[in-house]
Nanobody
Framework: QVRLVESGGGLVQAGGSLRLSCAAS????????MGWFRQAPGKEREFVAT????????TYADSVKGRFVISRDSTENAVYLQMDSLKPEDTAVYFC????????????????WGQGTQVTVSS
């Protein structure tokens, strides 16, 4: 079992930045592919970014490429999402996810989820 707890969400103006954190506990964190997903009201949960268990490989949704950076710190059992140049359309609940698979780009591929953290970007 892996427990994930997100933090760092909040209200920010368009063009601003936020850094989300995901603290992991439980089974061997370093063996999991980690990812961030988001869900806006009335929409399906969508992929944002993923990072391999080694930390060497990252993948981003086209909508956030060049603005968001995912990273992980295995010594801290944590995953981060640095979000810059935020836009109103980035407003959503952001979820941290863990998968025992190599690839994590779809919500159905996650084995564990955090409870989510709200990000609101005002125009």
């Amino acid at each position: 079992q892996v427990r994930l707890v997100e933090s760092g969400g909040g209200l920010v103006q368009a063009g601003g930045s936020l850094r989300l954190s995901c603290a992991a506990s439980g089974r061997t964190f370093t063996r999991y592919t980690m990812g961030w997903f988001r869900q806006a009201p009335g929409k399906e949960r969508e992929f944002v970014a993923t990072i391999s268990w080694t930390g060497r490989s990252t993948t981003y949704a086209d909508s956030v490429k060049g603005r968001f950076v995912i990273s992980r710190d295995s010594t801290e059992n944590a995953v981060y999402l640095q979000m810059d140049s935020l836009k109103p359309e980035d407003t959503a609940v952001y979820f941290c996810a863990a998968s025992g698979s190599i690839v994590l780009i779809e919500a159905k591929g996650a084995d564990y989820w955090g409870q989510g953290t709200q990000v609101t970007v005002s125009s």
